[in-house]
T-cell receptor
Framework: QKEVEQNSGPLSVPEGAIASLNCTYS??????FFWYRQYSGKSPELIMF????GDKEDGRFTAQLNKASQYVSLLIRDSQPSDSATYLC?????????FGTGTRLKVLA | DVKVTQSSRYLVKRTGEKVFLECVQD?????MFWYRQDPGLGLRLIYF???????EKGDIPEGYSVSREKKERFSLILESASTNQTSMYLC????????????FGPGTRLLVL
């Protein structure tokens, strides 16, 4: 069974700090990786995707991929209370994604 | 903007009823998906479709069926609803090869009594 693992949290960070969210995956052949944000009672919305080893930045968000170690991470700089949500890691296959169970982030004002 | 809509936000049904959940996308996407999401279990794939009239079982297809007669519409059917099918149901769509981003609908919260 191919798996995607995330720490369920909650991860609590003070406002303005960097939040670091991590995800590991088991299928070494995976090629595409996604981070979704999900507010309580809402559907997931895509934050970033990354395909290549290294860092990808978009505003306050940075995705990091290390295929050799089979992990992908999301950094949120200058965290805001509005960033408080559950963050889902997903690993893409030919047709299907495999989702982690999510990490709940709480940004404390 | 990609738009994925679902027929209901909230639904209450009785055990044994036949339930239809509909999903429509407006971006001519080839691939469509049905998930359910439960606390502690994350998103689990029920069925997906990569073309009209094509369907593939996901990880938890038991108790469900699907229909895709038109490209924009993907329906999830609970033939005989049971209480363990109380959940949040999420539809998603994605364009074909070369486009990986998957877009979600707003979700349907189903309660089976």
């Amino acid at each position: 069974q191919k798996e995607v693992e995330q720490n369920s949290g909650p991860l609590s960070v003070p406002e303005g700090a960097i939040a670091s969210l991590n995800c590991t995956y088991s299928d070494r052949g995976s090629q595409s990786f996604f981070w979704y944000r999900q507010y309580s009672g809402k559907s997931p919305e895509l934050i970033m995707f990354i395909y290549s080893n290294g860092d990808k930045e978009d505003g306050r968000f940075t995705a990091q991929l290390n295929k050799a170690s089979q992990y992908v991470s999301l950094l949120i700089r200058d965290s805001q209370p509005s960033d408080s949500a559950t963050y889902l890691c997903a690993v893409g296959g030919t047709y299907k994604y495999i989702f982690g169970t999510g990490t709940r982030l709480k940004v404390l004002a | 903007d990609v738009k994925v809509t679902q027929s209901s936000r909230y639904l209450v049904k009785r055990t044994g009823e036949k339930v239809f959940l509909e999903c429509v996308q407006d971006m001519d996407h080839e691939n469509m998906f049905w998930y359910r999401q439960d606390p502690g279990l994350g998103l689990r794939l029920i069925y997906f479709s990569y073309d009209v009239k094509m369907k593939e079982k996901g990880d938890i297809p038991e108790g469900y069926s699907v229909s895709r007669e038109k490209k924009e519409r993907f329906s999830l059917i609970l033939e005989s609803a049971s209480t363990n099918q109380t959940s949040m149901y999420l539809c998603a769509s994605r364009a074909g090869q070369g486009s990986e981003t998957q877009y979600f609908g707003p979700g349907t919260r189903l309660l089976v009594l």
